[in-house]
């Protein structure tokens, strides 16, 4: 049945909204303190900074909402952190690279036509299953390119194993591994500009 012929099915219940946000807020509570990896978010920060100092650039893909945190950590890190970087979201790049070489084939076209060897591509994907974004960072890695993965899901996922760096969400919850991959991208960005609160407009 469509929403539309269910619109009406939806029942409040305190009791089990309660329940509900408890679990919701723990999930966070667990991820993000209890088993915090400051660690990891370090590396991953000290590798990016490497690349900067190497004259390389951050290189952003992923699919869906991860295409939109891959632009909006592309935007930032550029005028935030000041280390240059970009994203591979133009619909006509993808639509053309996938029409001439396929679907999964395009993240590892698109790496090969802008892709410098001093470089970092960074992928971003909840399963870390994704075919395009494997063939991408295959391809990344053959060519010795510093590759890292923001995932979630399984520990063992593909982009995981294969990526130098890695920040991994030990949820399967879609939502909550995509704002949890948003905190740690942004407050990698702050760490750079070395506070949370800021002038964005500052010349």
Do not use: C
């Amino acid at each position: 049945m469509s929403f539309l012929q269910n619109k009406n099915s939806f029942k409040i219940n305190k009791d089990s909204d309660k329940k509900f946000l408890d679990d919701y807020y723990s999930r966070y509570q667990s991820i993000l303190f209890d088993s915090r990896d400051d660690n990891s978010i370090l590396k991953l920060r000290n590798a990016i900074n490497e690349t900067n100092i190497n004259k390389g650039k951050l290189i952003f893909i992923g699919n869906g909402a991860s295409a939109s945190l891959a632009s909006h950590a592309a935007t930032d890190f550029t005028k935030q952190a000041k280390i240059p970087s970009i994203a591979f979201n133009d619909h006509n790049l993808i639509t053309a690279l996938s029409n001439d070489y396929g679907y999964k084939n395009w993240a590892a076209k698109a790496i090969e036509f802008y892709s410098s060897p001093e470089d970092m591509i960074i992928f971003i994907s909840v399963s870390g299953e994704s075919s395009n974004l494997i063939e991408g960072i295959n391809f990344a890695n053959n060519k010795s390119i510093t590759t890292a993965s923001l995932t979630g899901s399984s520990r063992t996922n593909s982009l995981r194993n294969k990526s130098k760096y890695s920040l991994w969400v030990n949820s399967k919850a879609y939502n909550i591994v995509e704002s949890i991959h948003t905190i740690w991208i942004t407050l990698i960005i702050d760490l750079f500009v070395g506070t949370p609160e800021y002038v964005v407009n500052n010349k």
